[in-house]
């Protein structure tokens, strides 16, 4: 049975930092594509940064890039999401999702399995 349990989320003041951690079980971890995505009250789901390990890279939203970094720890089957620079905004669950193995995409209709998420609050 596939698992994704995410963990690490909180709240923390505006400019400082979170780690997210998605621990997968279940799954052929390193075959398979990981998305972070993320989702605040009223606005659509976003893709944040994505894995691929056959296509050999990492990608970030716009939004993110420079401040959230994504590595993944194959051997413990975990992939990791760290959040610097955060911006006060609406609270927002951050999901780890399975993606197909040739496909790091950030769009959220992609994603073949969901995890139940982990809540980030930006506030001081």
């Known amino acids: 049975q596939v698992q994704l349990v995410e963990s690490g989320g909180g709240l923390v003041q505006p400019g400082g930092s979170l780690r997210l951690s998605c621990a997968a079980y279940g799954v052929t971890f390193d075959y398979y594509s990981i998305g972070w995505f993320r989702h605040a009250p009223g606005k659509e789901r976003e893709g944040v940064a994505s894995?691929?390990?056959?296509?050999?890279?990492?990608y970030y939203a716009d939004s993110v890039q420079g401040r959230f970094t994504l590595s993944r720890e194959n051997a413990k089957h975990t992939v990791y999401l760290q959040l610097n620079s955060l911006k006060p905004e609406y609270p927002a669950v951050y999901y780890c999702a399975r993606l197909h193995p040739l496909n790091a995409t950030l769009d959220p209709g992609d994603v073949e399995f969901w995890g139940k998420g982990t809540l980030v609050t930006v506030s001081s």
């Open positions: 894995t691929s390990t056959i296509l050999g890279g990492t």
